[in-house]
């Protein structure tokens, strides 16, 4: 347990449907991340969140749109996503300014 | 293109053996850091080590820096069927990310 936990955990949707990530933190921290894991591939840093700014979009397409009401809660809002957005969705936090971040047990993200 | 990659692609050893993993990276680095997941969870920070470090250890982990050649490694030694996972080095550019490599899969028989 690190402190960092996501839902759902799993997660099937069409490509019609709108859905949301959810990510909390309960260990202080003011820095979030959400990363796109698919198979054989490096994690992809998303977003970026200081103190509940973003910092970071790392040319994601818009159909995902993420929010940080405040420094323990992230989501990831998804809509009309394609087949190819599969992928083990991970939410990761940290203090500013520390250097190793936390990661939750991610959500398995299925697009029919 | 990406910063880590790690080799091997994938290593699978006896239970009491050592597995060494290594990480090449691209440019300039705060740290190096290692992490561990286990098949479709988070993942884990095992061990860091800084720019102006060329050796650490943690437990049964060695980790080696190499600046010069832009490269380190992981050693566990006497390995576990526990310690089967998938090893990720990170390289810290700047303290605001963390730029992952594609992991080692280790597969430790019993």
């Known amino acids: 347990e690190t402190g960092v936990t996501q839902t759902p955990r799993h997660l099937v949707m069409g490509m019609t449907n709108k859905k949301s990530l959810k990510c909390e933190q309960h260990?202080?921290?003011?820095?979030m991340y959400w990363y796109k894991q698919s198979a054989k591939k490096p994690l992809e840093l998303m977003f970026v969140?200081?103190?509940?700014?973003?910092?970071e979009n790392n040319s994601v397409p818009s159909r995902f749109s993420p929010e940080c009401p405040n420094s323990s809660h992230l989501f990831l809002h998804l809509h009309t996503l394609q087949p190819e957005d599969s992928a083990l969705y991970l939410c990761?936090?940290?203090?500013?300014?520390?250097?190793?971040?936390?990661f939750g047990p991610g959500t398995r993200l299925l697009v029919l | 293109s990406q910063q880590g990659e790690e080799d091997p692609q994938a290593l699978s050893i006896q239970e009491g053996e050592n597995a060494t993993m290594n990480c090449s990276y691209k440019?300039?680095?705060?740290?190096l850091q290692w992490y561990r997941q286990n098949s479709g969870r988070g993942l884990v920070h095992l061990i860091l080590?800084?720019?102006?470090?060329r050796e650490k250890h943690s437990g049964r982990l060695r980790v080696t820096l190499d600046t010069s050649k832009k490269s380190s490694s992981l050693l566990i030694t006497a390995s576990r069927a526990a310690d089967t996972a998938s090893y990720f080095c990170?390289?810290?550019?700047?303290?605001?990310?963390?730029?992952f490599g594609a992991g080692t899969i280790l597969r430790v028989k019993s």
């Open positions: 990761a936090s940290k203090l500013r300014g520390a250097e190793t971040q936390y």
């Open positions: 990170a390289t810290d550019v700047n303290r605001n990310k963390l730029v």
């Open positions: 440019t300039s680095i705060n740290n």
């Open positions: 260990l202080g921290h003011n820095a």
């Open positions: 080590i800084r720019s102006n470090e």
């Open positions: 969140y200081n103190f509940k700014e973003q910092t």
